[in-house]
């Protein structure tokens, strides 16, 4: 089971409290991860990824265990911690200060 | 007793301000879809409880909304979950994918080069006046889609882009179809406004688009001041018994045409500025029209920060201030092109919202304003339903 945190605006979208738990197909990746919550909420579609393409919005950053995923591959395999459901994958709005 | 409904998009969400005929007590509801921006919320004429929202994010992109309640609750089109599996097994979440027909081609950019087109956000939604699962969407960059499912999906309506697309440029606020107008006596014509490209009709519902333009004088904003395309039209609005007769507030300029756009004739005439943004008509007065003069196009806030509606009771060429209820003095605000609309009311009901986050009310033709909501994030778009 993977737990995933959504930024605001997208929880807010979703009406989601807290994380989101989900059980991709294996292997765990990036992408088997957004498959599955993409399945879970069809609203979220598009608005991570590009419908067409798939790629990554510019302004969505993954994180996994303290570390930046946003340039990894999709198809990379998260972290043992993130598959085990010790630790939450992270989607965030890049930062907007000021 | 008829029934108002307002529709306020704004810069973090929506909000909507219901009130009896007499149009004094208002009750706010929202904020909607809080900490998105929604550009534009629309009721469907035939069924006035069917809501449709365009919420966006610079973060997030594109979700359309609808309420088949009247705005109580809210759902992405096609998410029941009957219609959420596609036939290879995947979610469809549809509703927000707006993809360019063909060949995407290009624009003309800020700097006169070519440009990609790239979808941005929905800027206007306009319901069908015959089809409660038929809307048009006014997008950026600038195209027009239409859903015949009820917003479930979009396609655009690619001959829009062929009136000479590569000669459209952005303006300030961007690239955007921001005005829909459909003619109530011909199902097959609708007009649509582009900053800044220009104005446009279609006779065929949508198959071909040709520049209505002829009139327009753009002499600081385009090298040939006379030409076809490149015009910054800021509005565009008729009355439904006399949808042959337009009227514009461009850039610089309020016109009107008498011949659904083939002619276009200035009609400024005493206004303090003739920059501005929104432009609409009375509903029983189909030749009183109102404007909100704005300084010019470096500084958008009133002329000598005194907030005022300019009316005109002649089809334009002569105005009067509108100024009882209104900011006096040391008001810096702007009104944006889709901010101001009418009601159906005997004596018509005119409203608008500012950058200031105040909606103003004037339940007497314009005559007297008050404020209906203060302190809102800065206003989009107000839309009015008259409701029995």
């Given at each position: 089971m993977i737990r995933v945190v959504l930024p605001f605006h997208l929880r807010n979208l979703t009406r989601v409290e807290g994380e989101v738990e989900l059980e991709p197909v294996a292997p765990v990746t990036i992408c088997a991860v957004l498959d599955a919550l993409e399945e879970k909420f069809p609203a979220l579609r598009g608005t991570i990824r590009d419908h067409g393409t798939l790629k990554r919005r510019a302004f969505i950053r993954y994180f996994a265990c303290k570390e930046d995923?946003?340039?990894?591959?999709?198809?990379r395999q998260l972290p043992d911690e993130i598959i085990r459901g010790d630790e939450p994958f992270l989607i965030v709005g890049a930062m907007a200060g000021g | 007793m008829s029934k108002i409904r307002v529709l306020v998009g704004t810069k973090k969400g929506a909000f909507i301000l219901t009130a009896d005929g007499a149009r004094k007590n208002w009750k706010i509801s929202g904020p909607?879809?809080?900490?998105?921006?929604?550009y534009h919320l629309k009721g469907s004429p035939v069924d006035p409880n069917r809501i449709f929202a365009s919420q966006s994010s610079g973060w997030f992109g594109q979700i359309i909304q609808r309420s088949d309640d009247g705005g109580k609750t809210w759902n992405t089109p096609g998410s029941s979950p009957e219609e959420?599996?596609?036939?290879?097994?995947?979610?469809?979440?549809?509703?927000?994918k707006f993809v360019y027909a063909g060949k995407v081609g290009t624009h003309k950019f800020y700097d006169g080069s070519q440009h990609p087109w790239e979808f941005k956000r929905v800027w206007h939604i306009e319901p069908s006046l015959t089809n409660p699962d038929v809307a048009y969407a006014g997008v950026e960059d600038a195209a027009i889609f239409k859903t015949a499912d009820g917003g479930k999906t979009w396609k655009e309506l690619p001959g829009l882009r062929q009136?000479?697309?590569?000669?459209w440029q952005p303006g300030a606020g961007g690239m955007a179809v921001h005005t829909i107008l459909l003619d109530p006596k011909n199902e097959k014509r609708i007009f649509v406004a582009i900053s800044a490209g220009g104005c446009f009709r279609t006779d065929d519902g949508g198959k071909n688009w040709k520049p209505i333009t002829k009139g327009l004088k753009s002499p600081y904003e385009l090298?040939?001041?006379?030409?076809?395309?490149?015009h910054c039209v800021h509005r565009i609005a008729l009355h439904p018994s006399r949808p042959d007769v337009l009227f514009m507030q461009k850039h610089w300029d309020v016109l009107r045409s008498d011949n659904a756009g083939d002619q276009w004739n200035e009609v400024s005439g005493n206004l303090p500025t003739d920059f501005g943004f929104p432009i609409d008509v009375n509903f029983n007065e189909p030749e009183t029209i109102y404007v909100v003069p704005i300084t010019s196009d470096s500084l958008h806030y009133p002329p000598d920060g005194k907030l005022r509606v300019y009316r005109s009771r002649t089809g334009g060429g002569e105005w009067e201030p509108l100024a009882k209820g209104l900011p006096p003095k040391n008001c810096y605000v702007n009104v944006l092109r889709d901010a101001m609309a009418v009601d159906a009311l005997d004596k018509c009901g005119v409203y608008f919202g500012t950058t200031g986050g105040q909606v103003y009310c004037s339940a007497n033709d314009g005559n007297s304003w008050s404020a209906i909501a203060e302190h809102l994030p800065p206003v989009y778009s107000v839309e009015v339903q008259t409701l029995k």
């Open positions: 995923w946003s340039l990894e591959p999709p198809e | 909607h879809f809080a900490g998105w921006e929604i959420l599996k596609g036939p290879g097994g995947f979610p469809k979440g549809e509703s927000n009136a000479k697309g590569n000669l090298p040939d001041p006379d030409a076809e395309v490149g």
